[in-house]
């Protein structure tokens, strides 16, 4: 995060200009000292009690029962009768460097581009960030803590002509207020097709009163909740990496070569292994030679997909089901609607490989296209895989590093835990998230060894993030806040 | 441009650490005391040369009678046999906030991403270029100053079988050699479908030997060199746009306000009217906000569009034309070819007001969204227009600051020459480029004043800073070096 110092502030001199300077205000959020055991157990029974409060009844339907959503008779495109929201059709995608170099696959087609928004304010000499309890019909289990604003571009122009978002007002006039991020992200490129969502923060100089089903939160308390299962959403996670926390003041801090690693990698002024624009020069050498084709094609009698009454799901078994629900909610902009999602087959598994160099944590990251990334290729995690998919494959197939995760030493596994992607769009799907720390120092064409500060700089920017990577950054960061922390 | 430090050199310790600061070598460069009139006269001599021992002659031809080129029968599409190279298409454009809703045009569609590189290195103690006289057809007159490799993809993998691009194979293995800019590059966003070009700086530690038709230059001398017209060819300038110049070493010597103003600008340590934050959110604002669509339409029979023998052209006479030329060359790859063109009606206009504000010379940069962009918006000149194409309009639809440029008071006007775009694709077409500094405190919604140091910052990144602004970024910049350059 970079301050503002104000320059020339003599008065009729004109224009002030500002000059940006290490913000220390995050990473000392991330230190707050009153967070701690019972403040988050205090959060997980709140959250308990949304849930009590405010239940949602999730029930599968048939494919053609979905009320509002349409299956094209000749192409098989499952979409919304408003033409809005999102549709779910085939693609056939041409990766001819790949392991396989042709498939087809369901695909999401969202190209609205929705505001994650968490709105942030200094107050008690500390920076909170506003979050809210939500529920999704995907979720393993009930509310999580989602951003502020969490809202499709349907919604927050009311075409289901439901209840206003609140404090949308925010993110809508960014300008007014001081923005800390403003930047569009991708998400799942293997499951939607070019999705993107605006990430922001913009902090506020006085704070706001939260609403029922709001409430304000240090990043310490947030980075405790980290730990627990299913309790930070995907949307709080990829809003929270685009918001970086400078480590310098950590680096004074005493601590261990782990945590005095990451403090150095997050402050970036001990530098890196590679200077930044050989980085930008590999993403660009990535991006033009590597060729990765999506085109359309109809998803009724897709190659290798089956359509039955309650799913489309892979001949194998493998990957992901394409599936439908019926929704009841007590407290919504709607209280009833239906929608396909999308269920992965087996549990994720999304990790980083850490490694200090000279004293500074550096992440190894993947050079990696997904066939619905906008701009080719990303920075995704080390490994990013379903590892069950790999079963029916050959085992020179399984992803690089794999095993080197499965297998890692206990005392080697810095963070480690499972947490659900976008309850929105898809359904009971969960992710182990993991940091193994290594010290090898490996070397592949289309990996490379990043800071987080790295990291931050690109995170600027959009689509060079991944976002199973933008997860993995907040759940790394994570552990600059001293563990307190217990297991429910 | 950023230099690179490494820490934690003891041997044997491991892996090296890079921290990157700023380098003064280009801004060195640009004062290299060596650079003066005579230099500027030898190179314009040298070019000239060039053209007569390998003139080049370019005729008109039927738009029917272009050898290995043909139109479709039903659409109109001009395309190569090979079905590589580029194509003459027709789009229609929908733009519902601007001032012509609705249009259609012809479109150059050219897919492939090309490299535009020059090698640099540092001998003699000063930091050299090595750039070459090349002749393209369009060129308003012969040979011009050229990146070191100016190469489309079917250019490089040979599909015209010609001959093998000198020093392309520093581009395309960077990994080997020093990067000092590498990234993907807008260009005409009014004439080119979605183009983008390899944008490459590559430093080596050893000169190598100049072939036939290249030679180094420094920084001061092409600085120079951008005061003639039509020398310094587009190519050549967004490549130089791409490689910062650090003003923080030109900040101490003495200067006049202006001289001072642009070496704050370029140094950033002074800071800036808006900060980097605000900037970013203002581009993903109107990204998010602004609705362009750009849909293939037939080229035959496109809407106030006619084909005649020799062109298509726009019922009013203005905008461009689409023509075709036979061209004989005497040493090209390809000794003798055919190709459509598009060529501009008058000339172009792309203009910066600057203005100094506490000491920091600012830009004044239109959001501007162009059919042909990849991502909606980027950073135009201030004013960016054909200022004939506007006598058929009505006066209220002239482009904003339009008067405030072509009224300005000679004083007022820091650099004003003519210079050509792309030969290879714009017969004859050139464009004004024009400094001109105010010390009026415009603000518009989408207009904004940012530092050179900003715009450096953006063009580490693809898509942020159009062509004609990148072009006049480096004739902004060449105003670091001394003038003595003559008139010619």
Known sequence: MRAISAVGELAGTGPLLVREVADPRAARSARDPRADASRADDTL????????????????????????????????????????????????????????????????????????????CTF???????????????NPRGHQLSPTVQAT?????????????????????????????????????SWFLQKRNRNMVIELAE???????????????????????????????????CLPIDGGELEQKPGGGFAAALAASLSGTRGSLHAGAEVLSTITDHRTRMEVGTVAVPLAG???????????????????EVVAVDVQASEREVARWSQPMFAAVGLGLAAFLVRSVDGVLHVLMH??????????????????????????????????FLDLVTGAAPEAI???????????????????????????PIERPDYRWLTVHQLHDLLRHSHYVNVQARSLVACLRSLITPAKRRTP
């Open 45 to 120: 029974s709140w959250l308990a009690e949304r849930t009590s409060a405010q239940p949602m009844a999730v029930t599968r339907t048939p494919l053609a029962a979905i009320t509002g959503w349409s299956t094209d008779p000749d192409t098989g495109t499952i979409r919304h009768e408003s033409g809005r929201f999102f549709s779910v059709q085939g693609v056939q995608v041409h990766s001819p460097r790949s392991p396989v170099p042709v498939w087809s696959q369901p695909i999401i087609n969202q190209p609205e581009i929705g505001i994650l928004g968490i709105l942030a």
């Open 367 to 400: 050079l990696r296209a997904e066939p619905g990334f906008v701009d080719v290729v990303e920075f995704a995690p080390t490994v990013q895989c379903t590892p069950d998919s790999y079963h029916h494959l050959p085992a020179g197939m399984r992803p690089p």
């Open 153 to 189: 571009r349907s919604n927050y122009t009311r075409v289901h002509r439901g209840l206003a978002v609140p404090y949308l007002e925010y993110f809508r006039d960014p300008g007014r207020h001081r923005v800390l991020a403003d930047v569009r992200q991708s998400e799942q490129g």
């Open 302 to 320: 897709l190659a290798d997909w089956h359509r039955s009454e309650h799913s489309i799901r892979h001949r194998s078994g493998a990957f992901f």
């Open 414 to 440: 810095r963070y480690d835990t499972v947490l659900a992607e976008e309850g929105g769009r898809f359904h009971h799907t969960e992710t182990r998230y993991v940091v193994v720390e290594t010290d090898e």
């Open 124 to 138: 008690d000499e500390v920076l909170h960030l506003l979050l809210q309890a939500k529920i999704e019909p995907g």
């Open 207 to 241: 704070p706001v009163a939260p609403r029922e089903g709001f409430r304000w939160f240090t990043l310490a308390e947030i980075h405790h909740l980290l730990a627990v299962p299913n309790v930070v959403n995907m949307d709080a996670r990829t809003v929270l990496s």
